[in-house]
T-cell receptor, first 116, second 115 residues
Framework: GAVVSQHPSWVICKSGTSVKIECRSL??????MFWYRQFPKQSLMLMAT?????????EQGVEKDKFLINHASLTLSTLTVTSAHPEDSSFYIC????????????FGPGTRLTVL | GNSVTQMEGPVTLSEEAFLTINCTYT??????LFWYVQYPGEGLQLLLK?????DKGSNKGFEATYRKETTSFHLEKGSVQVSDSAVYFC??????????????FGKGTSLLVTP
């Protein structure tokens, strides 16, 4: 089946530092990947749509300069949280769309970010 | 706008009990509807889906019917097992020029099945 990995699975960082999260589609090519954020007992909120070879499309209220997205290849998208603050602590989940499977989205296991 | 409302959990059932998790939606256009399941420590997995009114999605004994008249997509299973313990998310997708195939999720319902 289609597998999406995320790395790291959890990270703890100091306030003011930057953290990069990788999302990889392991056995299919994904021209589109999505980044979601999930708060405890809350829904997944779409942050941005990442398109290979072009700029990401951000949802309203998401700071593009704070959450940098790069979709450098058909199997890799990265989310960089710049100058992280405690309020950025959350669970970040990516998904990749597989055109070969009727555009079904396959989700990564998520990355738990804790900013001290 | 597009949104999904699902019943709040946690839901605790005994093994072999009947399960219903309610889900209703609001959407512009004609959405596709999904149920995803998240087992502890794992990513979301597609459980079932329906792409048009009156379609029934089914998988692993779970079923949900796309009811346009009541804007609902309730998840049901006749006899739950301990292994069904997980968090269940109802979601919709309306393709548009801005978000492509992005999904709108409900808040999730935690299900615990006890022996």
């Amino acid at each position: 089946g289609a597998v999406v990995s995320q790395h790291p699975s959890w990270v703890i960082c100091k306030s003011g530092t930057s953290v990069k999260i990788e999302c990889r589609s392991l056995d299919f090519q994904a021209t589109t990947m999505f980044w979601y954020r999930q708060f405890p007992k809350q829904s997944l909120m779409l942050m941005a749509t990442s398109n290979e070879g072009s700029k990401a499309t951000y949802e309203q209220g998401v700071e593009k300069d704070k959450f940098l997205i790069n979709h450098a290849s058909l199997t890799l998208s990265t989310l960089t949280v710049t100058s992280a603050h405690p309020e950025d602590s959350s669970f970040y989940i990516c998904s990749a769309k597989d055109r070969g499977r009727f555009n079904e989205q396959f989700f990564g296991p998520g990355t738990r970010l804790t900013v001290l | 706008g597009n949104s999904v409302t699902q019943m709040e959990g946690p839901v605790t059932l005994s093994e072999e009990a009947f399960l219903t998790i309610n889900c209703t939606y609001t959407a512009t256009g004609y959405p596709s509807l999904f149920w995803y399941v998240q087992y502890p420590g794992e990513g979301l997995q597609l459980l079932l889906k329906a792409t048009k009114a009156d379609d029934k999605g089914s998988n692993k004994g779970f079923e949900a019917t796309y009811r346009k008249e009541t804007t609902s997509f309730h998840l049901e299973k006749g006899s739950v097992q301990v292994s069904d313990s997980a968090v269940y998310f109802c979601a919709l997708r309306v393709s548009n020029s801005n978000s492509g195939y992005a999904l709108n999720f409900g808040k999730g319902t935690s299900l615990l099945v006890t022996p």
